[in-house]
């Protein structure tokens, strides 16, 4: 018997990155802290509260959790004027940006993106029988706006991705590059349509001082999609809380592909408890940004190279040999992450007693 598997996921293996039990990891980009304490208790009387009814489907439509996600991106970028409707969610930004696929990609048209970036983007595109073309970036990762724009009026996608800071660059992208990108894929689509601009922010929480977020363009451009996830700077990993922001026009156009109830009223309840308490939540973020910019410094002190980043994990390089130094550190109980460009490895900013394992492991391993 043979099961009739596609023929384009023969042989595929599911994505994801080692599992491995021990000491530090920092190969996922996680937030190393856990909830503060009066979250998790406030998350349990959440979900008490949310157990009464847990024998009705949940808001359809996650009305109030949209609000306080609203709340939240006027706060934390300064911009105004978001509303219920501007903003969707799923369980993670991952599958946020598999609806974008649903309802933008399909048979006959294409997804770009600017390669080396997240790995998750071509399997977007598959899932969706949607054609993948990445683009290039420049020899610093950054991303050329004049070859960028040439890229999207030769491809014509449906849909354009750009991880903004990028994974696993740590590249964010200037506020210009943005603005260029999304007046280039203002009818660069499939029958003169506008191309669908989604800015992938889900490390914008780490961004350096002085780096705008695409959220401060999302009115002039109703093609825009601004996506953020409580994955990293809300230490959430495990409750798979992705949003967007975006026209409602757009927002509404992943109503129509989601599943029905797809966000869990625990879901609902536990994102808005952790939200009441974001500004809470800054406090690890700054301590993040400060270990990340060290050891930015001290890799380079050491003679390696090391990417700005404004995100909370820092590649670096330049290896002859990347496995035996991913596998050096991890005899050494610190799990960090073999991707990206050939030569270099990613690791995700920790603690500060992670970081000072990993500088011990990867000074013994390499002798520098
Ligand atoms: N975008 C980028 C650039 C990421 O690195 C990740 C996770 N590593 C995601 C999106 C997805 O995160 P989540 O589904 O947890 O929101």
Redesign the pocket.
């Given at each position: 018997m043979t099961l009739p598997l596609r023929p384009d996921l023969v042989g595929l293996e599911p994505y994801g990155a080692p599992q491995l039990d021990v000491p530090h990891l920092l190969n996922?980009?996680e937030n190393p802290y856990s909830p503060p304490d009066v979250v998790i208790k406030e998350i349990g009387e959440a979900v008490h509260a949310a157990g009464g009814a847990l024998n009705r489907y949940p808001d359809r439509d996650f009305a109030a959790l949209r609000a306080d996600l609203a709340a939240y991106l006027e706060r934390e970028s300064h911009v105004t004027g978001l509303e219920v409707a501007n903003i969707w969610a799923a369980n993670?930004?991952?599958e946020v940006m598999l609806h974008l696929h649903q309802a933008f990609g399909g048979p006959g048209r294409t997804s770009l993106g600017f390669a080396p970036t997240?790995s998750m983007y071509p399997e977007y595109a598959r899932d969706t029988l949607t054609d993948w073309h990445a683009a290039p970036r420049a020899a610093d990762f950054s991303i050329d706006p004049e070859v960028a724009v040439a890229e999207i009026e030769r491809v014509r996608p449906a849909v354009v991705l750009v991880?903004s800071p990028n994974?696993p660059t740590g590249t964010a992208v200037p506020i210009d590059v943005v603005e260029r990108l999304a007046e280039a894929t203002r009818e660069s689509g499939p029958d003169g349509a506008s191309s669908v601009l989604v800015i992938?922010e889900?490390y914008a929480e780490f961004r350096r001082e002085g780096t705008a977020s695409a959220l401060t363009l999302l009115a002039r451009y109703p093609h825009l999609a601004v996506s953020r996830?409580m994955?990293k700077a809300f230490a959430f990993?495990g409750t798979r809380l992705?949003y967007l922001a975006a026209a409602p026009e757009l927002v509404d156009a992943l109503r129509v592909v989601r599943l029905p109830y797809h966000l869990s009223a625990v879901t609902q309840a536990v994102a808005r408890a952790a939200l009441a308490h974001a500004d809470l939540l800054q406090e690890q973020v700054a301590q993040i940004r400060a270990d990340r910019d060290a050891c930015l410094s001290w890799l380079r002190e050491r003679g390696f190279t090391a990417v700005d980043s404004d995100a909370n994990f820092v590649l670096f390089g330049l290896f002859e040999d990347r496995h035996a130094i991913w596998q050096g550190l991890l005899d050494r109980g610190v799990l960090i992450r073999e991707t990206g460009p050939e030569q270099y490895l990613r690791v995700s900013i920790g603690t500060p007693e992670e970081m000072t394992a990993f500088r011990n492991a990867l000074t013994e391993v390499t002798g520098q």
């Open positions: 996922v980009n993670g930004s991952n997240y991880a994974n992938d889900a996830t994955s990993a992705g």
